[in-house]
């Protein structure tokens, strides 16, 4: 039987699907700001660009529904040690989940402040046809981008951590977020 619920030895499946779902689209909005950013315009690019709002929307509300289920769970989850490296552990986590929820709230508040109607997926999530508004648009202009980046900087990190934890520290956290942790 399947244990939906997070436990004290590994995550259930509703904190494992939604952390696989989510990183498999940021994995597709990095993969696509990576081939504008190294290979121009293309076919490819224009495609996987095309992609990035209807994505960005979806990634936002998942993230959020990932955030409140993950408060909910806190108290079943695995534990992080009260060292040093657990409570950088526990701010690792902290920065991916604030930067997750902020980097495409601002691009939604951008494209809001843009005056022009967005419907990702054919779902109205606000009409248009009204004049830009500046202090929407300006912080999602200056930050979007950037906070982007050190998102994907904290995503490797994220990586980097689990193999450090399989390989340095013997401590094999991967299957916790599989379903093999018991």
Known sequence: ?????????????????????????????????LCKVLIGPSAITGFLVGTH???GALLL???ALRALWALGQLKHRP????????????????????????VPALAL????GSGQAFAPFGIPLFAGG????????APANALHG???????????????MVVVHRRLLGDDVL?????RGD
């Open 109 to 112: 508040l951008r494209q809001y």
């Open 130 to 137: 009204f004049e830009p508004i500046g202090w929407m648009t």
């Open 1 to 33: 039987m399947t244990q939906c619920r997070d436990s004290e030895r590994r995550f259930g499946a509703i904190s494992r699907g939604l952390h696989w779902a989510v990183a498999l689209l940021l994995l597709w909005q990095f993969a696509g700001m």
């Open 61 to 63: 509300a998942l993230i």
């Open 175 to 179: 299957p916790r977020m599989v379903g």
């Open 79 to 102: 534990s992080q040690p009260d060292t040093l490296l657990g409570w950088c552990a526990r701010l690792g986590h902290l920065c991916l989940y604030a930067l997750m929820l902020l």
């Open 53 to 55: 709002k209807p994505l």
């Open 146 to 160: 950037w906070l982007g980046w050190v998102l994907l900087a904290l995503v490797a990190g994220h990586v980097l």
